[in-house]
């Protein structure tokens, strides 16, 4: 009986205090993320008992996986992710490493599956595409149709026909235009657009000598070919005008895009003055000569780019046409007025930078 | 006799964090410390319930929270003091759109 009452005393002394039988488990020491291979990394993320832990490391993994040019490993890695945040971004991480390290097709697939940030993966893994421009743009265009759902395959053709071209013509230190002049109907403008862009940066910005080149009475120029991290350039998204709306437009650089001119000509007018912002001048007062331009859509460009950069008298220029009967220049106006968007204000992507 | 003794002997039982933290498996603890802690928001009952922890425990538990909703990863992260936190907290922090929520 004794025995016992002491026996169920000390019971009572451990279980009450809270103390285990026996030592309690040291806490564990969370693990950063692998390094390695992609598939060393997989083996990590696997061993991982704590399920954010291991969602976290998988992505890694995945990124590992595009780096390494390898789909189908990304693919194993990404499918066990259930959460709706993970799977998408394991998915949008391959893509645009795939993307980076010039597996375009692939890098497609990956960014069809990455659902709500697809239209980001298509956006990353287009322009982090290297420039490499053995294989043409359409075949890039025909895998996107099969590995994009339908709402976002539009959006991949203006992405990978912007990019071709950009990587075609951009920093290259050459601006032939006849590749430009040949391109497919569907490529003409992105081709126009990369095209503008290099024959300014080798024209100093001079239009009319870029328009001679154009028209085969002057040589095309060359000069010094940039190295591919400084293949970049200013640009500016732009808020939606009333009116502009409904123009056609293509991509120009990241997610920026421009108005297509009507003719070759108009739309090269367009091109250039792009360019003009690409290239990054400093000074509204490029764009101001084409403020009353007889063609609509070359005076909506200029405006969208005076309006965002300082100029002298650039708000008694803005004022000037507050009662233009185009309403789409009144509203460009308007807006430039009210938030003072030469001060800096409205403008966005306003810097000098690589694509997101 | 003896089983009426340990029926009465002990007081209320231990609860929510105090419970798991009497646990002796790590992993079963973990698990049980961040079932109580989803249950606080990620406001200050979070962070006081947190503030008795070593960092990182603590870190553990504040990635955990933050890779279930890594829209709260500004609040969350700005708390994380080990490199294991910073890591984690970096893989969201540097990718914009996750902060948009599931």
Request: charged share 25%.
């Given at each position: 009986m004794i025995r016992a009452l002491v026996a169920a005393g000390l019971l009572v002394a451990l279980g009450c205090a809270g103390l285990p039988l026996g030592e309690p488990e040291p806490e564990r020491a969370p693990t950063l993320l692998p390094t390695g291979s992609a598939r060393d990394m997989l083996a990590a993320c696997e061993a991982e008992p704590i399920p954010e832990l291991a969602w976290g490391c998988r992505i890694e993994a995945a990124a590992a996986a595009g780096r390494e040019g390898d789909g189908g490993l990304a693919d194993q890695i990404c499918r066990p992710l259930q959460h709706p945040v993970w799977k998408d971004e394991c998915h949008f991480r391959a893509g645009e490493e795939l993307g980076r390290a010039g597996h375009t097709a692939?890098?497609?697939?990956?960014?069809?599956?990455?659902?709500?940030?697809?239209?980001?993966?298509?956006?990353h893994a287009g322009w982090g595409m290297p420039p490499d421009t053995t294989r043409d743009a359409q075949q890039w265009v025909t895998h996107a149709q099969t590995a994009l759902p339908e709402p976002l395959q539009d959006e991949a053709a203006d992405i990978l026909r912007a990019r071709w071209w950009f990587n075609r013509y951009v920093g290259t230190g050459r601006a032939d235009p006849l590749a430009a002049q040949t391109a497919l109907p569907e490529e003409a403008a992105h081709a126009r657009g990369a095209w503008a862009i290099e024959v300014m940066r080798l024209t100093g910005g001079d239009i009319k000598l870029a328009r001679a080149v154009w028209a085969g009475t002057v040589g095309p120029p060359r000069g010094e070919a940039l190295p591919v991290e400084r293949r970049v350039g200013r640009y500016d998204i732009g808020l939606p005008i009333p009116g502009e709306q409904a123009l056609p437009r293509v991509r120009t650089f990241a997610d920026a895009r421009r108005l297509v001119g009507q003719s070759v000509d108009e739309d090269l007018t367009i091109a250039f003055l792009e360019a003009i912002?690409?290239?990054?001048?400093?000074?509204?007062d490029a764009f101001r000569p084409w403020l009353d331009d007889p063609l609509p859509r070359v005076r909506y460009t200029a405006f969208?780019?005076?309006?965002?950069?300082?100029?002298?008298?650039?708000?008694?220029?803005?004022?000037?046409?507050?009662?233009?009967?185009?309403?789409?220049?009144?509203?460009?106006?308007?807006?430039?007025?009210?938030?003072?968007?030469?001060?800096?204000?409205?403008?966005?992507?306003?810097?000098?930078?690589?694509?997101? | 006799m003896v089983p009426l003794i340990l029926l009465f002997a002990c007081g209320p039982e231990a609860t929510g964090l105090?419970?798991?933290?009497?646990?002796?498996a790590s992993t079963e603890r973990e698990e049980c410390r961040y079932a109580e802690i989803v249950k606080l928001g990620t406001g200050p009952e979070l962070t006081a319930a947190l503030a008795g922890y070593d960092p990182a425990t603590r870190d553990l538990l504040l990635v955990r929270v933050v890779m279930n909703q890594p829209d709260q990863s500004a609040v969350l992260c700005a708390q994380v003091t080990t490199e294991f936190g910073r890591q984690r907290c970096e893989q969201i922090q540097g990718r914009p759109h996750l902060r948009g929520g599931p």
């Open positions: 692939q890098s497609l697939d990956q960014c069809g599956q990455s659902a709500k940030y697809g239209r980001f993966c298509l956006t912002y690409f290239n990054g001048t400093p000074s509204g969208h780019y005076f309006r965002i950069l300082p100029s002298t008298g650039v708000e008694d220029a803005l004022r000037r046409h507050a009662d233009d009967r185009d309403p789409v220049v009144r509203a460009h106006v308007a807006d430039a007025l009210a938030y003072r968007t030469w001060e800096g204000k409205g403008a966005t992507g306003g810097t000098r930078s690589a694509p997101p | 105090a419970r798991c933290d009497a646990m002796k």
